[in-house]
């Protein structure tokens, strides 16, 4: 049985159907991020009524905090955090390289302390597939060597090469009840990501995801080097877009046939106080503009009582004003932060819907 | 119509109804406080899905924030907030007392400097109860003169008959369409406390509020007041102790006729982790002790899968672990402070639910 079924692909947008062990999910899909075991701000519960298909979650941060085994103590994540739905978790690549200070890579893994109290942690390959399966993902991500934004070819080359070789590490020691994806990197530079894309098919995955983009180059990079990667790619796996992006961006990036991405964009942003606004109406888009961005905590919106965004149907712009959205800010209640990401993930929902046609 | 009906008086509490433009209550009651117009961590439907019956909300806070004019603009609290029920406001009294540095008070009102920006503001009778008009509260307090917690009795007498000065000024300034409560000063002096209840009653009002008491004086001697108080206040009006209390003391306290009750306690100590649990069931109480409190944040939480209170039907306690809960406060995630909030104010409505009978 085949994990990933494609139903319909057209100029808009791949429509599939991903079976997962916890349940079968439409393509193309967003996922909030859930870093910690929770989706800043909201329950496990305020996420099902938000309609988010899957989750996701970080193998690093949950390593650290609430550990190993604990986590296989406490009998997994979906347990942990009561989500019934499937969830993705990264492999913790990425944070060891932006969040930890101290980090020294050697072939067999990477060595870092800890963000939080400065222990010393060697993660590796087969840790994060242990991690990973603690954790009882659906989808788990490979563990690869993360290059900086501004590398050069050599340290792209060198890193996609080890992650090519970790790929391989992690499928020889895959829980097998778990979907595990590859990691294709090489900066912004096509032969590399042709080469690591044809690594990965050749060990072959369940599904494959785009890493290190989204990480500074500019967006016309980003689109050519995955368009190109998505021409190469088998068409009966899902692929991934790794961390983004902007609305017009998935819109892009949909319509060269990726199926899945995460960004902390809406969230963050929520939090910041800067919301998406449809242009035209709730999940009415194009390749042009189609939404804008307001700052609520503008004076101009102080004794506006009308919604966040008029179009929209979410729970907050349904029952709350700008005004008082802008009041939550200003007296620092963070409900105003819940609302506003509620708004947010409503738009990307919505955004995603109308992707699937 | 009085607004008041006393249905049933008991050894353990008065039961009756308690009418209000925004909806028939019954009593005795909990006030769950929405300071600046929100609960803590929670929105107006939350508190409905809590089954609150009615809100307490702050003067002193709105009128720095969002001011007088832009209140009069957004049409109230309760359109503001969406809150449908019944909201009650204290004058700011206590606030001016309690968060101000520098206030100077005259017969004719304090001022004060806003603890936010500084600024300068002269508070009077007549602007508390021109500002909880604006805000549009169903039960409205007579702006009174509190004295600190260990004054004089000279400075408790001054201002326990400034305070009847001023709730004179307040029944002549008040909108016509709101219940004035008068507030009962004068410290632990009995008598001081009887010419304070009895000034008040010769004015006249639509209840009486016991103020100046949870300020650090023993429990015995606020109890012995609020005996001595409840028993020379009119049987038809309802009586409220404000700022009070812990669930043994709100027991006590409805014993002796109090019907109305607020306190930070359950809101508070939810937020940093302090969280009640019954001891023989769900609304199970006595006059002996009948609740424990757990500090959720301890190790011995860390992989407890059962809910923090096995007695409880909330929808914390019936959807996410203390192991969970537990985590959420370790790495910083706010749905902790909402999770146990839900907890802690359901352990309230449930114990005020178990004094109506």
Redesign the interface.
Known sequence: MSTFELKNTSEISRKGTLSLPHGEIETPFFMPIAT???V??????DMKDLGAQILLSNTY?LLL??GLE?MK???GLH????WQGPILTDSGGYQVFSLSKTNKTTEDGVTFRSHINGDKVHLTPELSMQMQSAIGADIVMQFDDVAAGNSTRERYEEAMERSLRWAKRCKESVDPSQKLFGIIQGGTHEDLRKRSAEGLIDIGFDGYAIGGLSVGESREDAYRITKAICKILPEDKPRYFMGGGMPEEIVYYASVGVDMFDCVLPTRNARHGTLFVWDEGEGVFSNEKFYSQIRITNTEY??D?SPIDPHCTC?TCQ???R??VR??F??N???A???TTVHNLHFYMKLMKGLRG
């Open positions: 910690k075991g929770a800043k701000t909201m329950s496990s519960k941060h905090r609430p604990q103590q406490l009998g347990k942990f955090m009561n102080a004794i009582d729970e029952n709350y004003s005004a008082y009041h939550l200003r007296v209640e963070v409900l932060k819940k609302l």
